[in-house]
């Protein structure tokens, strides 16, 4: 029988909480759901008032993946949802996960949340900058460190100032909270961020997604700013072995990463660092903190 549980007057059925989803450490769907409720404060923010994509993994990630934007069938009444016109379904509309009731139904469908660098309200129009690093083996999050604390500097340079995350996979994303700006130019200054880390650091860096380019360098992916794409939301967990998170990080631990394992953060480990250090992505809200984008050289 599926168990009812009520969340802040909502009643979820939550289905397979004895199933194993994440194998290498025989993390169950219980476990998982435990998590999101446990991290709901932290997380809510960064989703609440954007259009969330879903990356579902019913079966774990060894089973089938597939990514959705539209509303899962039996989605419920009461979880909101915005419209998003696309140009196959102009009346296209997407989940927004506004609060804890919302949040652990998506959570029971076993999804990793993905979310725009724009809110509902202003569609196109970013309040961050994302860079995605991305290594390409034998080159690991080592280097990703390297790169990014070249990025912020250079950020720095401009005014801005840049957060970091792991990405829960195998990078980092550095997060820039920005003064509303129009995606397209937002897409276009990260490019030249990316063309130049390239072009002070060959040997370190590209700037394009060709896979055969990037042996050995870290990609710093630009594209994630453009107003249809979307980026791992924090403190989503990752449809990998482990039950890896898309977690904040200090620059602190980004300049002393000597290993890949430094900067691998497990659903466990997430409640401890929030006691330390509180959401380290906070900053992000803070009006005061957005800073315009420089000029068009």
């Known amino acids: 029988m599926t168990p009812i549980t009520e969340v802040e007057g909502r009643r979820l059925a939550l289905s397979n909480l004895d199933k194993i989803l994440h194998p290498a450490t025989g993390t169950t769907k219980g476990e998982l759901l435990h998590y999101y409720a446990t991290v709901g404060t932290a997380l809510l923010p960064h989703l609440r008032d954007r259009p969330v994509s879903f990356l579902r993994y019913p079966d774990g990630p060894e089973g089938q993946l597939f990514f959705t ?123 030249q961020l990316a063309v130049r880390a390239e072009a002070d650091h060959p040997s370190l860096v590209v700037h394009r997604m060709a896979r055969a380019l990037r042996p050995g360098k870290v990609f710093v992916d630009f594209s994630q700013n453009a107003a249809a794409k979307t980026t791992a939301t924090p403190y989503t967990l990752r449809a990998r072995p482990r039950p890896t998170v898309s977690a904040p990080v200090t620059w602190e631990e980004v300049e002393a990463c000597g290993e890949p394992e430094d900067l691998v953060l497990l659903m466990d480990d997430i409640a401890p660092r929030l006691q330390r250090y509180g959401d380290l992505l906070a900053p992000l809200f803070e009006p005061a903190r957005a800073a315009p984008l420089p000029a068009p050289s």
Request: charged share 25%; aromatic share 6%.
């Open 69 to 191: 934007k539209n509303p899962p069938p039996g989605t419920p009444a009461w979880v909101k949802t915005t419209p998003v016109p696309r140009s196959e379904d102009p009346r296209a509309r997407q989940v927004m996960i506004q609060d804890l009731p919302a949040l652990m139904w998506a959570a029971n469908l076993v999804v990793e949340f993905h979310t725009p660098q724009w809110r509902s309200d202003s569609p196109a129009v970013a309040d961050r900058l994302v860079l995605d690093l991305d290594p390409g083996p034998p080159a690991t999050v080592v280097e990703c460190c390297r790169v990014a604390l070249w990025l912020r500097e250079r950020l720095a340079e401009d005014g801005l100032e840049a957060f970091v995350k792991t990405s829960g996979a195998k990078g980092l994303h550095l997060l820039v909270p920005v003064e509303p700006t129009p995606s397209d130019q937002v897409s276009a200054y990260a490019r």
